[in-house]
């Protein structure tokens, strides 16, 4: 199947600029309740209802999921955490966005001073990484979790939302994301033609398992958004997440089209010495030239509708025929 790989100007960015023209504050129809006290509204969280400001202005986010959300929302937090590579911000998200933010800690590894000296109104965050510091955050300000991260990226993107006072313009993003997807689908060929290419998400991991990742993830959701088809192997992935694979079992990564990085470096993670050797040549995906390296940040790190949209353009630049 012939390919072009092209840069597609980014239709779903354009979308979300428009629908954040009028961001100049907080709205309030995102709230799940109205506060007692003038000046706050109640968001439903997984730790319960929290009063949180209306428009909050302090923003601290403890995960990329949580950074992306107030970007893409036209918020710059006063405080984001690393990832457990080192590098501050995922380079996917726009510099100009990013200015003056400070440094609290490393994901699930954050410094409390750090996070008490910014003087935040609101934190944001989820269960499943700090639970265990959620009273300690709640002491310095209102923190709004959601349950888990990755898979249901779209659904935590609404509570941020709510918790920013943004849900009227989050609910713009939701659409015109939806109407980005649809415009992929048909430059790949129309729903038929993509639920019949499967595709093999491989990451391989520095210090770890390369890793085939399967639907209940954030990459996993978009591609099921498209509807593509996913190899056989991924439906034993525990929890829907990523199955394990040994350097070994690499031949297990087939399907029509593979896209794969690593987390880490590639000399340590098992890529360089995989890609190139007869186990990855023998790769159906790799005979037909349709195994692209992308980058982890984006595909993997980045967690949310401004990361989805440049992974929309990418797929579509690398793989609508020519």
């Known amino acids: 199947m012939n390919r072009r790989h092209t840069t597609i100007p980014s239709a779903l960015a354009t979308a979300l600029a428009l629908a954040l023209t009028a961001c100049g504050g907080g709205s309030d129809d995102g709230a799940g309740g109205g506060g007692e006290e003038a000046g706050t509204r109640t968001v439903d969280s997984a730790m319960g209802p929290v009063e949180v400001p209306e428009n909050p202005e302090r923003v601290v986010v403890l995960d990329t999921g949580e950074l992306d959300t107030a970007i893409t929302l036209g918020i710059t937090p006063v405080g984001a955490v690393q990832t457990d590579t080192g590098v501050m911000f995922p380079e996917y998200l726009p510099r100009e966005g990013l200015e003056g933010v400070e440094n609290v800690g490393a994901i699930a590894q954050h410094n409390l001073e750090a996070i008490h000296e910014l003087d935040p109104d609101l934190i944001i965050g989820s269960k499943v990484r700090d ?25 935590n993107f609404l509570t941020h939302a709510d918790a920013l006072g943004r849900r009227a313009e989050a609910e713009d993003i ?36 390369t890793r085939l990742y399967a639907d209940q993830s954030f990459i996993g959701r978009v591609l099921a958004d498209i509807g593509f ?15 394990e694979i040994s350097p070994e079992q690499v031949d297990r990564a087939d399907g029509d089209v593979i896209f794969y990085t690593s987390y880490g470096a590639a000399d340590a993670s098992g890529e360089e010495e995989a890609v190139g050797g007869p186990l990855w040549d023998g790769l159906s995906a790799v005979r037909e030239g349709d195994a692209h390296r992308v980058d ?6 980045g967690i949310g509708y401004t990361a989805a949209g440049q992974i929309l353009d990418e797929i579509e630049g690398t793989l609508a025929a020519g």
């Open 174 to 209: 939701v659409a015109a994301y939806e109407a980005r997807v649809a415009e992929v689908v048909e430059a790949l060929g129309g729903e038929e033609a993509v639920a019949g290419t499967e595709v093999s998400m491989v990451r391989f991991i520095e210090g770890g398992n």
């Open 229 to 243: 088809a996913r190899p056989e192997i991924t439906a034993d992935a525990p929890d829907g997440f990523a199955v």
């Open 131 to 155: 639970e265990q510091r959620y009273d300690e955050l709640s002491e310095i300000a209102p923190t709004v979790f959601t349950e888990h991260v990755g898979a249901p990226w779209r659904e």
């Open 296 to 301: 982890d940040g984006l595909w993997f790190l």
